[in-house]
Nanobody
Framework: QVQLVESGGKLVQAGDSLRLSCAAS????????MAWFRQAPGKEREFVAA????????YYADSAKGRFTISRDSAKNSVYLEMNNLKPEDTAVYYC?????????????????WGQGTHVTVSA
């Protein structure tokens, strides 16, 4: 059973930086894409960033471009999300997701494997 465990979420102030980690175990060897999604209180889950293992091609939501960076450590089967200049609207539960293949990279329906999430709160 694939297991994704997120960590790094905490309470920070606006303008701060934060690095989230996602450690994967028993990952399907055909896994190609890992991604970060988030869900703010009272809102639907939304795409943040994704990274293709095959092409190392990052893809970002408009809200993340220029502030967030997704990266990976293949040896550790881990993916990271570096978040800079955080804003109160970034407050959410951040989820790591994995898929063997995706068409859009941003569609949550394409990811069968999900972590439990890590909470990020950005105070004004």
């Amino acid at each position: 059973q694939v297991q994704l465990v997120e960590s790094g979420g905490k309470l920070v102030q606006a303008g701060d930086s934060l690095r989230l980690s996602c450690a994967a175990s028993r990952l399907d060897p055909n896994t190609d894409t890992m991604a970060w999604f988030r869900q703010a209180p009272g809102k639907e889950r939304e795409f943040v960033a994704a990274l293709s293992w095959s092409y190392y091609a990052p893809y970002y939501a408009d809200s993340a471009k220029g502030r967030f960076t997704i990266s990976r450590d293949s040896a550790k089967n881990s993916v990271y999300l570096e978040m800079n200049n955080l804003k109160p609207e970034d407050t959410a539960v951040y989820y790591c997701a994995a898929a063997t293949t995706t068409t859009t990279m941003w569609g949550d329906w394409e990811y069968p494997y999900w972590g439990q999430g890590t909470h990020v709160t950005v105070s004004a």
